[in-house]
């Protein structure tokens, strides 16, 4: 497996953080039930309040924030229609188009990455003063102008890509064969930028038994999956 290179993460705590108490108590029992509740805690918090419990009070170094699969925005193809969901690509009979009306409005409203939530990450990855290694910012999304956005809003908070330590290695373009959802269609028809070159992965990260459930699907159903790693730049 194509572990970071800069975390072990056989030797991390982990915690994770949702608003959903429902979401948190599943992933609480699941976590008891194969006995990692030792090194894993779920708690009903926004991620922005657990970056800054981690800042202010844990006593250990932060090696690495993961944004997975946030829920996506919706995307404005043009003044007047908006991009559809990838489960429903009809039309209605007055050829407007179909949303999903439950995703946030725009990257600016509702959506779960803000600046707020970079520059916390920011903060919590350079705390190790020790070693003057900085930790890591691992963004995943299936959606790939989500992926491209946020990579961009992280590069004006202060991260930057290591070509050095992660390009050569997992550096790689979407294969041909791979489904492409009718969001990534739209985006790109609108002149979007791809989330392929420098700095973006298209292979597995982290070890497979840390994937996520949207991860695990989106391999079977072969959905691309745009990754990057990013550290802050003043290292």
């Known amino acids: 497996d194509k572990t970071v290179e800069r975390v072990d993460v056989s030797h991390c705590n982990f915690v994770g953080a949702d608003l959903s108490r429902i979401g948190i108590g599943f992933g609480k029992s699941v976590a008891s039930r194969w006995g990692i509740d030792d090194r894993l805690q779920l708690v009903v918090a926004s991620a922005e309040t657990i970056l800054e419990e981690a800042i202010e009070r844990y006593p250990g170094v932060v090696k690495l924030v993961m944004i997975q699969f946030p829920t996506p925005?919706?995307?404005?193809?043009?003044?007047?229609?908006?991009?559809?969901?990838?489960?429903?690509?009809?039309?209605?009979?007055?050829?407007?188009?179909?949303?999903?009306?439950?995703?946030?409005?725009?990257k600016i409203s509702g959506f779960m990455v803000t600046n707020d939530l970079l520059k916390l990450s920011h903060e919590a990855?350079?705390?190790?003063?020790?070693?003057?290694?900085?930790?890591?910012?691992?963004?995943?999304s299936n959606c790939e102008d989500v992926a491209v956005t946020i990579r961009k809003m992280a590069v004006d908070t202060g991260f930057e890509w290591d070509a050095n330590q992660f390009v050569a290695k997992y550096d790689g373009s979407i294969s041909e064969q791979a489904r492409t959802p009718q969001r990534t269609s739209?985006?790109?028809?609108?002149?979007?930028?791809?989330?392929?070159?420098?700095?973006?992965?298209?292979?597995?990260?982290?070890?497979?038994?840390?994937?996520?459930?949207?991860?695990?699907?989106?391999?079977?159903?072969?959905?691309?999956?745009?990754?990057?790693?990013?550290?802050?730049?003043?290292?």
């Not at 007047?80 to 949303?99: A, F, K, L, N």
């Open 73 to 106: 925005y919706r995307l404005v193809a043009n003044s007047t229609s908006v991009e559809r969901s990838d489960d429903d690509t009809s039309v209605p009979s007055d050829g407007s188009p179909r949303y999903n009306s439950q995703l946030p409005a725009n």
């Open 186 to 235: 739209t985006w790109l028809k609108m002149g979007g930028e791809k989330a392929e070159g420098a700095g973006w992965c298209s292979e597995p990260i982290l070890p497979r038994q840390g994937a996520t459930e949207t991860e695990i699907s989106c391999i079977i159903n072969g959905t691309p999956i745009h990754r990057c790693l990013l550290i802050p730049s003043q290292y």
């Open 125 to 140: 990855l350079k705390s190790d003063k020790t070693t003057n290694i900085p930790g890591c910012l691992l963004v995943q």
